[in-house]
């Protein structure tokens, strides 16, 4: 009878400890789904490697938008699987300024269909696994209805959502994403328009304030160390605030 009793004790014990657990890993899920959320593209990825130890340190979801066609594109592209990170094509696309050096392969508003399609998908292919696709410039071709509307097909094609990191105030990517059902989603905030720690950290909580209103916003910075930094310093703390998810969650 002792054995019996004993055994029936540590069953009851075992299954309270398992039921406190389950009810405050269930409870933290439900209070997660109540955050806003923030998602953090950081762009330019495939020049190098030099800040990839650095990526590697950071604990929340990130998005890469790696630049086609690069000598460490498709190395980048592989980081991107790991876990807490996703990867979109961050697509040349021409700018307004002709003062700004154009990557080699980019999407200009003097070609046609076939040539868009072309160096799309020649650049896709550069950066296998990507689950959407992003403007890198393109201040004159996000601008330009007729052949954002020819990109864009191409990228439903391919099953890709769009996100437009704002070249421009005249961008028709939304209205026309929204034409062909195209999923989408846009810039709130550019985290680093100043290489500086102080305006970077200011961006940041400008867009956690943004979110608290919205239920959800997206901020865009670079490859380079200040805003890498900056983002590995701050999110922990953010956690209790916001949820940090990949851009592709908030694309519809």
Not at 35 to 60: C, E, F, Q, T
Not at 215 to 221: F, K, Q
């Given at each position: 009878m002792k054995l019996k009793y004993i055994l029936v004790s540590i069953c009851i014990v075992l299954i309270t400890i398992i039921a406190v657990f389950s009810f405050r890993y269930f409870y933290h899920l439900l209070q997660q789904s109540r955050l806003p959320k923030v998602a953090l593209?950081?762009?330019?990825?495939?020049?190098?490697?030099?800040?990839?130890?650095?990526?590697?340190?950071?604990?929340?979801?990130?998005?890469?938008?790696i630049l086609p066609n690069l000598k460490?594109?498709?190395?980048?592209?592989?980081?991107?699987?790991?876990?807490?990170?996703?990867?979109?094509?961050?697509?040349?696309?021409?700018?307004?300024?002709?003062?700004?050096?154009?990557?080699?392969?980019?999407?200009?508003?003097?070609?046609?269909?076939e040539e868009i399609a072309s160096i799309f998908l020649k650049a896709l292919s550069s950066v296998p696994g990507v689950r959407g696709v992003s403007n890198h410039m393109g201040s004159r071709f996000t601008a330009d209805s007729e052949k954002m509307n020819i990109f864009l097909k191409q990228v439903k094609k391919k099953r890709l959502f769009f996100y437009d990191s704002v070249a421009c105030k005249d961008s028709v990517c939304e209205e026309i994403t929204s034409e062909l059902k195209v999923k989408f989603i846009k810039r709130n905030v550019f985290l680093d328009g100043v290489n500086s720690i102080n305006y970077i950290k200011g961006q940041l909580q400008k867009l956690?304030?943004?979110?608290?209103?919205?239920?959800?916003?997206?901020?865009?910075?670079?490859?380079?160390?200040?805003?890498?930094?900056?983002?590995?310093?701050?999110?922990?703390?953010?956690?209790?605030?916001?949820?940090?998810?990949?851009?592709?969650?908030?694309?519809?």
């Amino acid at each position: 009878m002792k054995l019996k009793y004993i055994l029936v004790s540590i069953c009851i014990v075992l299954i309270t400890i398992i039921a406190v657990f389950s009810f405050r890993y269930f409870y933290h899920l439900l209070q997660q789904s109540r955050l806003p959320k923030v998602a953090l593209v950081i762009d330019d990825w495939g020049y190098n490697l030099n800040n990839i130890n650095l990526l590697r340190s950071i604990d929340v979801p990130l998005t890469l938008a790696i630049l086609p066609n690069l000598k460490y594109s498709k190395e980048i592209a592989k980081e991107s699987k790991l876990k807490k990170r996703e990867a979109i094509l961050h697509m040349p696309m021409e700018p307004s300024g002709y003062f700004l050096r154009l990557e080699k392969d980019t999407v200009t508003t003097s070609m046609g269909e076939e040539e868009i399609a072309s160096i799309f998908l020649k650049a896709l292919s550069s950066v296998p696994g990507v689950r959407g696709v992003s403007n890198h410039m393109g201040s004159r071709f996000t601008a330009d209805s007729e052949k954002m509307n020819i990109f864009l097909k191409q990228v439903k094609k391919k099953r890709l959502f769009f996100y437009d990191s704002v070249a421009c105030k005249d961008s028709v990517c939304e209205e026309i994403t929204s034409e062909l059902k195209v999923k989408f989603i846009k810039r709130n905030v550019f985290l680093d328009g100043v290489n500086s720690i102080n305006y970077i950290k200011g961006q940041l909580q400008k867009l956690i304030e943004i979110a608290k209103k919205r239920g959800y916003a997206v901020g865009t910075g670079h490859d380079r160390v200040k805003t890498l930094e900056v983002i590995k310093e701050l999110t922990p703390a953010l956690k209790d605030k916001v949820r940090f998810v990949f851009v592709s969650e908030l694309a519809k």
